[in-house]
C-alpha cells in the first residue's frame, strides 16, 4: 500500500464514521479508523485462508485454552501484513504518532500471566508459519484486575477493556451454539433394549463467538481465535423474569478468574470450562460433518489441544457428542477421542493441579459427570491384569470424591508433554511416574518459547536496527540466524553499538518511571529486572532480601564500592493470595525506605510498577540488564520472561529450574549467572526432612539483621505483614528454601556487580544471549508440536510476497 492509498482510507473511514477530517481527528477516532482499514485488509486474507483450509481439507488444529493474553494488536498487525513503516511514515506525514495511537488500545488481557501469553505467542507463531491452527477460549467481559498501590498494598480495579468496543473482533451470531448446564439425567431404556440419557430441567445458555484473526507474519495467512461469549437464548428470555436471574446467566463469561497456578473451586469457574468446551467440540463438529466423510477420519482432520487442564472436560464432551448425539458406539468413539486430543501440563505444584469434587460436577454437568464415571469404569477394568491394583487406584480418575482432571486428560488423549526440559522429566519420573508406567509412548517435551516480532522487533526497535546492520534481516523470518551474531564477540564498534541500543530503551524506561512512580532513577544504573507473578516459589521475597542486604551494607560503609543498581519488580498477585500480597506490602515498604534515603547516594534504587501486564512488559524487557529467574529448583515449569529478557540481552541469575537449564546450555556458564541447589538436592531435602532455616538463621549473624528488618521496625508499617513474612520463613521452615539459597545468590549477585564495571566483557555476555534466544522462537515450539503431536501441515498454495521483511 503506498502513503496516498493510506491517507486515502484513513479519510474516508473518518468521514464515513465520524464525520471527521483527518486533519481534524483525535487518537481515538484515528486508532478505530486505521484499526478499521486494518481489519478491511486481513478480512480479505482470512477469507481467502479460510476457503484454502476448506478446499484443501487440511487438518486443522484447535487450541483449547481457558486464558489468552494477545495484549495490543495495532503493531502487531501493521508489522505482520507489512505496512508498519508505510503506516508510520504517512502519520507522521500528518504530525501524528504511531506510538499515540497504539496507546489508545486497551490490552486484551484475557489470561493471568505466563499460560495465557503462551497460548497468544503460540497464536502468532502458528499463523506465523503458515499453520492451519485456531484458539478456542472465553471473551470475557472483564480482563485481568488493574493494579494500583494505595499505601504499599495492592488494590484491584476492574479492567473494563470492552468499554470502547474491541476493532478487532467480529460477532458471528450465526456460529452460536447451545450449551446445556444444571438440570438431572437419567438412563431411559429404549424398545431395542438400549440406554438413553434423558435430560430434565435443564439451563440452555447461548455461545456466541467473536472471532480474531491472528495475522501471519507477511505471509498471507489469518487463523481465527474464537473466543466465546454467554447469552440468554431467545426461546428461554420467558424464563427470566427479573434482572437477577439473568445476571446468573450473564455472569458466566463476566471474568477471568485472577488464579495463577492456583485452583479456585468455585462454581462459576467450572461453568466456564464447559462452557467454551463444549461450544468449541460443537462447533468442530458441526464443521466436520459438513465435510461428509466417515467418523474414522476425523483424527485425519482435526487435533484438539488441552492446554491445561481447565479444558480437560473435552475428553466427556466429545464422547457426548460422538456417543449421545450421533449414535457411535462407545469403543468407536473413545478410540477417536484419544486419537484427536492431546494435552500439555503446565505445572508440578499441586495446588494448581485441578480436582473437581464430584457434588459440584453432578450438579454443573449432570451428563458430563456421568460420561466420566464410565471412563473410570473402563479405565479400572481394562487395566485389571496388566497393572497393579495400587497402580490403578493411584491413577483412576475418581478419587476421594474428586475428578482428578489431570488423570481425565492423559487418560483421554494420545499425549501429554511438559513445557521445558526439565520439567518433562519431572513429570516421568516424579509428579505423574504413575502415568508414565502405564503410557511410557504418551509422554514428551515441547520447551515453552516466545514470538521474537513481538519482544524484539516491535518492543525494541533500536536493538532490531542494530542486529540488521550487523547481520541482514533474515533472523525476522528466520530467529535461528541470530546466531550469526556470535561473529561480532571481539568486535568492539559491534558491542558498542548494541549497548547504545540497550541505552536508549533504559533512559525511555527511566522516563517512564519518574512519570508514573516520581522516582528517579539513572540509566547509567544497572537495570535488574523481576517481572512475573507474585508466587511464594519465585521468591520474589529472596531478591528482595539481597536488597535488604545492599541497603545494610551501605548504611553500614556509605562509600562501599558498589555499581549502582535499580531493582525492578512488576507483578500482581491473586486477590486472596495474602501471603504474595504482604510480599508486594514488603517490597513497597522497602522501597519507599530506600528512594527517600538520601545517605545511599542513589546506589540502590527500588522500583516497584503498578498493573504489570503485556505493555508494561514491553516497556521493561528491552530496557533490563539483569533477569532475575530465582524460582526454587523444580517449581517453575518453564518460565518464558526468562527467554523474552535474554532475546533484549539481559544476562540471566538463575536457579537451574524450567527453561533456565536451557538457556544454560545454550549460552554457556560463562554467559549466566548460575546458582542455589539443584532439583535433586531439593528432593533430597524432601526425602531426609532435615531442613532447618532457624539453623541458618541461628548461624548467620548478616541474614539474622535481614529477617529481624521484617519485626523490628525497620522497615516501617509493615506491622502484620512482616511478621507473616517471618513467620514463614521461620516458623514454618521456609518452605521455598530461600535461606539455604540466599548465601549462594548473594554471591552471584556480587559477581554480577563486578562484571557490570567492564562494559566490554558484560556486552559479550548480552551478545551472546540475543544471538542464542533463536533457540526459543515459538516458530519451532509450535512446529514441534504440529509435527510430533498434531499431525497438520503448513499450508502456502495461497500465499502472496507482500511488503518488505522489516515491515
Ligand atoms: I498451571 N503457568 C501459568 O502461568 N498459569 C497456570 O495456571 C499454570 C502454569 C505457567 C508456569 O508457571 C510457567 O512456568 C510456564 O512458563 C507457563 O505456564 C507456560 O507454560
Known sequence: MTKEEIKKELRQRLRDTYALELEDAGPVELFYSLGGLIKAISNEKWHKTWKNYLTEEQKQVYYFSIEFLPGKLLKSNLLNLGILNEVRTTLADIDVDLEELA??????????????????????????????????????????????F??????????EWLKRGNVWEIRRESKACDVKLFGNVYMKRLANGKLQPVAENQTTVRAVPYDTGMIGYQNGIVNTMRLWSVEIPISEEAKYQSLDERRTVEDLTAVLYPDDSQESGRLVRLAQEYFFVSAGIQSIIRYYKKLNLPWHSLSEKIAIHINDTHPAMCVPELMRVLVDENGLNWEFAWDITVKVLSYTNHTIMAEALEKWPIYLMKIVVPRIYQIIEEIDRRYVTTLQGIHSQDLIQRTRP?????????????IGSHSTNGVAKIHSDLLKSIVLHDFYVIYPERFNNKTNGIAERRWLQLANEPLANVIDELITDSWRKTPQ????????????????????????????????ILKTTGIEVSSNAIFDVQIKRLHAYKRQLMNLLHILKLYFEIKDNPEMDITPRVF??????APSYTYAKSIIKAINEVANMVNTDRSLQDKIKVVFLPNYNVSLAEKIIPAADVSEQISLASKEASGTSNMKLMLNGAVTIATLDGANVEIR???????????????????????KQDY?????????????????????????????????IYDALLKFNDEYFLLRDFHDYVKAQEQINQDYKDSMLWQKKSLANIANAGNFSADDTVKAYAEDIWQIEPIFAHTEKEGTTNG
Not at 496507546?103 to 497464536?123: H, I, P, T, W
Not at 475418581?398 to 492423559?410: E, F, G, K, P
Open 692 to 724: 532447618s532455616s532457624q539453623k541458618i538463621y541461628d548461624e548467620d549473624e548478616n541474614l539474622r539483621r535481614i529477617l529481624d528488618a521484617f519485626v523490628d521496625g525497620t522497615i516501617p508499617n509493615i506491622e502484620f505483614e512482616g511478621q507473616e
Open 103 to 148: 496507546e489508545v488500545e486497551k490490552d486484551m488481557a484475557l489470561g493471568n500471566g505466563g499460560l495465557g501469553r503462551l497460548a497468544s505467542c503460540f497464536m502468532d507463531s502458528i499463523a506465523s508459519c503458515g499453520l492451519p491452527g485456531n484458539g478456542n477460549g472465553i471473551r470475557y467481559d472483564y480482563g485481568l484486575f488493574k493494579q494500583q
Open 481 to 512: 540466524d541470530l546466531k550469526l551474531l556470535m561473529n561480532y564477540q571481539n568486535d568492539e564498534a559491534a558491542l558498542t553499538k548494541i549497548r547504545e541500543a540497550k541505552l536508549v530503551k533504559k533512559e525511555e524506561l527511566a522516563n517512564y
Open 398 to 410: 475418581l478419587q476421594n470424591d474428586q475428578v482428578y482432571m489431570a488423570h481425565l486428560a492423559i
Open 150 to 159: 494505595v499505601d504499599g498494598y495492592q488494590v484491584e480495579l476492574p479492567d
Open 665 to 687: 546450555d545454550a549460552v554457556g556458564d560463562d554467559n549466566i549467572y548460575i546458582f542455589g541447589l539443584t532439583e535433586k538436592e531439593v528432593y533430597d531435602y524432601y526425602e
Open 568 to 573: 525492578i519488580f512488576g507483578a500482581k498477585a
